[in-house]
């Protein structure tokens, strides 16, 4: 069964810091993994989806990489902003259209 | 991409009745899905919705506390049955599109009293 963990759960970091976001996942044999942002009672805004045959995606300050056969993906957010705050999940695609998850880190970004 | 609008945004609802979402998009798709989303917690997928075909439901969902509809390519309908306080969520649908990316709508928050 696909279990998809992110690390940290949480994280408070001043405005222009670089910052990585973690998310493993224990099954290696997956489609595809997405990355969404979540506002405060909002839904989910696309942010990168890495197909399984690609290593990294890049998309302005954001950039995702990821490594399936360690189960892991990154997400890098470069020179932070208050309006980064949110909620960050990844999301890995075990079967057709299947999404399985993580549980989320909760960003703040301090002006 | 695609653009997926929910109805309601909110509502507040009393213990026993039920209530329907709806899910709209702009585009014609062959898979929709319903999620929830409860409290402090991420999403949990209930059933995938193709059009012209029953929904398949994940373990622990059931057709008759959530039934779905999809009577075309561009709609469908949740209802959260029976409710209780422990069904107060955000329920969410999300479509496939091109094979892998999914696309969210602005959720539904529920809130069982």
């Known amino acids: 069964k696909q279990e998809v963990t992110q690390i940290p759960a949480a994280l408070s970091v001043p405005e222009g810091e670089n910052l990585v976001l973690n998310c493993s996942f224990t099954d290696s044999a997956i489609y595809n993994l997405q990355w969404f942002r979540q506002d405060p009672g909002k839904g989910l805004t696309s942010l990168l989806l890495?197909?399984?045959?690609?290593r990294e995606q890049t998309s302005g300050r954001l950039n995702a990489s990821l490594d399936k056969s360690s189960g892991r993906s990154t997400l890098y957010i470069a020179a932070s902003q208050p309006g980064d705050s949110a909620t960050y999940l990844c999301?890995?695609?075990?079967?057709?259209?299947?999404?399985?998850f993580g549980t989320g880190t909760r960003l703040k970004v301090l002006a | 991409s695609a653009v997926i609008s929910q109805k309601p945004s909110r509502d507040i609802c009393q213990r026993g009745t039920s209530l329907t979402i709806q899910c709209q998009v702009d585009?014609?798709?062959?898979?929709m899905f319903w999620y929830r989303q409860q409290p402090g917690q991420s999403l949990t997928l209930i059933a995938t919705?193709?059009?012209?075909?029953?929904?398949?439901?994940e373990s622990g969902f059931v057709i008759d506390k959530f039934p779905i509809s999809r009577p075309n390519l561009t709609f469908s309908t949740l209802t959260v049955s029976n409710m209780s306080p422990e069904d107060s969520s955000i329920y969410l649908c999300?479509?496939?599109?091109?094979?892998?990316?999914?696309?969210f709508g602005p959720g539904t928050r529920l809130t069982v009293t």
């Open positions: 999301a890995v695609q075990s079967g057709t259209y299947k999404y399985i």
């Open positions: 890495i197909q399984s045959s690609q």
């Open positions: 585009s014609q798709v062959t898979m």
């Open positions: 919705a193709n059009q012209g075909s029953e929904a398949t439901y």
């Open positions: 999300s479509v496939g599109v091109g094979g892998n990316e999914q696309y």
